[in-house]
């Protein structure tokens, strides 16, 4: 190591020092608020490499976070899907209450780096591709579960989530969950609890709760009047065995 490396060192290492009075402070304020903080250890250290763990020692964390996340996406466009994955995570350490970081990661994991997997022409054997794209799915799925432990006062993770199970896992019933308590978070999506619903409705046991929350929204007025919702609405009918008098009229495009 070069004597001006050194001195460059030295100075982060001082900088770092004199802020180490407010980075407590701010640190209390932020595990008030859910923050768990990163976790300045070896574990860490040999996830973004040593100039960027001193870096971030010394008060850069939130830099560092943004240069990962920004060598992060490189690597996915190299399709460097282990590469990637150790930046996301450096980032997320780092950054745990940016909702962006949990997010993409997410993303790339679950259906980019899924794809990639199940596509992978140098394995013949489906077996192994099919193996290797859920593990890229679960991948998925703990970033975002690890996302909403950090941050349970923001929605979009929970909707992220409630389409993964929905659209990779086909868990219905895992999906209908998780949007039904996205519903439930301050700034919500309108369509969180009309999707808990939809999912519900394909949940085996839980029939008679869909169509009664589905009747809710219907006789909420014409606007709730949608395509899946009267589908829905005229499957569970049918499989309920609602009596003809307590039937709601479906239109006939509607009908499943």
Known sequence: MNRRVVIAFGMLLVFGALRM????????????????????????????GQMAFL???????????DGLYLHAHALWERTEWGRM????????????????????????????????AYEDKNQPREAL???????????????????????PD???LYDRLGFLYRE????????????ARC????????YAKRFAAYELAQCPGHEREAYEQLRTFYFMGKDEHLPTLLK??????????????????IPPASNP
């Open 129 to 151: 591709r099919i193996k290797a794209q859920r593990e890229y799915w679960k991948l998925g799925e703990d970033y975002l579960v690890r996302g909403i432990a950090n941050n």
């Open 85 to 116: 994955k150790l930046n996301f995570d450096g980032a997320v350490a780092l950054q745990p209450r940016c909702i962006l970081f949990w997010d993409q990661a997410a993303w790339h994991m679950a259906f980019n780096a899924s794809i990639a």
């Open 55 to 65: 870096a971030a020692l010394s008060g850069f964390r939130s830099l560092v976070a």
């Open 183 to 190: 519903a439930k978070v301050p700034g919500a999506p309108v």
């Open 154 to 156: 923001n929605p979009t």
């Open 168 to 179: 990779k896992f086909k868990d219905h019933c895992k999906s209908a969950e998780t949007y």
């Open 232 to 249: 829905w609405l005229g499957k569970l009918q049918e499989k309920l065995e609602i009596p003809p008098e307590q039937k709601i009229a």
């Open 21 to 48: 009075p407010f980075e407590r402070q701010l640190e209390a304020e932020h595990k008030a608020a859910y923050f768990h903080g990163a976790k300045f250890d070896l574990g860490l250290r040999e996830q973004i």
